[in-house]
């Protein structure tokens, strides 16, 4: 079991937003007899996929969806995946708009290597 310092450095984020997950219903840690948020096993494998979704973008709002979902069970795994392809297409949306832009830099960057060269001659 960790204490919430301990957990916080752990998964790598602070104890405040550790606590504001909690208050968003992210994470639920247990209690102990002193009423201190403890957390073991279960609870690391949860943060640490909850930061995983954060990372690739998915709002807190979405996350909380998808949490209030698993809570319900193993009826809801349809969907769960679909939260996740829905949040997928968004990513390849902006994965293509990026990908233009990339193009977009590297025909730049070629005409200007070609410029370079005629004008070293």
């Known amino acids: 079991m960790y204490t919430i310092r301990e957990f916080s450095k752990k998964i790598g984020i602070s104890e405040y937003t550790l606590r504001f997950y909690e208050k968003e219903g992210l994470i639920e840690p247990c209690r102990d007899d002193h009423n201190y948020r403890v957390y073991g096993e279960e609870e690391l494998e949860w943060a640490i ?59 730049k960057l070629a005409l200007y290597d070609k410029l370079e060269k005629e004008y070293k001659k």
């Open 49 to 107: 996929f909850v930061i995983k979704l954060k990372n690739t973008g998915i709002s807190l709002k979405e996350i909380k969806q998808y949490a209030d979902l698993r809570k319900i069970g193993d009826s809801t795994i349809t969907a769960r995946k679909n939260l996740l392809l829905k949040h997928r297409i968004k990513i390849l949306s902006e994965y293509e708009k990026v990908k233009n832009h990339l193009e977009l830099l590297d025909d």
